[in-house]
T-cell receptor, first 113, second 112 residues
């Protein structure tokens, strides 16, 4: 297994501001991903974080709104930009290890006022 | 594309009884099927997974069965305990290195 440290665990933000979420993995990582989870819903993939290059975004998500960095193998950040109340959600970092299994961080609960 | 349906959405069982959650998938090329448990305020935790070359896998009180012909797989929890209360998600992909397609989740309630 792996320990995936994600912070902050929760935040309350004002409309129009931005929040950067950090994710650190303590194991050998092959791939890192960012998910969004609305309350009571399943997981929606935002993007694959690529080391040293632009992230690969899923349909409905764009780089200007959700810029992602991955400067090294085990660290990534997700920024939620120009936030609106519709961005209120849980954001989850995940990592696929060399054993091909996918693990998750504890999530960031974001509320936008 | 692949679609995963999960049932039931909510399952309430008496402590000590068994619980079964079922998922069906649409893409016959899918060959990797993990199950995750998510407790309130936490991220999903991988509890068991199975590949298409295996029909059943067990780990203590939990087991997963796979029927490739019918394209469905199930999570079985025996001797349920209060700590089993959580939301369970199934997922499928056509390789463990590819994107997971997620079920909608099942809220499992264990009644004392």
């Amino acid at each position: 297994s792996a320990v995936i440290s994600q912070k902050p665990s929760r935040d309350i933000c004002q409309r129009g501001t931005s929040l950067t979420i950090q994710c650190q993995v303590d194991s050998q990582v092959t791939m890192m991903f960012w998910y969004r989870q609305q309350p009571g819903q399943s997981l929606t993939l935002i993007a694959t974080a690529n080391q040293g290059s632009e992230a690969t975004y899923e349909s409905g998500f764009v780089i200007d709104k959700f810029p992602i960095s991955r400067p090294n193998l085990t660290f990534s950040t997700l920024t939620v930009s120009n936030m609106s109340p519709e961005d209120s959600s849980i954001y989850l970092c995940s990592a696929r290890l060399r054993n091909e299994k996918l693990f998750f961080g504890s999530g960031t609960q974001l509320s936008v006022l | 594309g692949e679609n995963v349906e999960q049932h039931p959405s909510t399952l309430s069982v008496q402590e000590g009884d068994s619980a079964v959650i079922k998922c069906t998938y649409s893409d016959s090329a899918s060959n990797y099927f993990p199950w995750y448990k998510q407790e309130l305020g936490k991220g999903p935790q991988l509890i068991i997974d199975i590949r298409s070359n295996v029909g059943e896998k067990k780990d203590q009180r939990i087991a997963v069965t796979l029927n490739k012909t019918a394209k469905h797989f199930s999570l079985h929890i025996t001797e349920t305990q209060p700590e089993d209360s959580a939301v369970y998600f199934c997922a499928a992909s056509w390789d463990s290195n590819y994107q997971l397609i997620w079920g909608a989740g099942t809220k499992l309630i264990i009644k004392p």
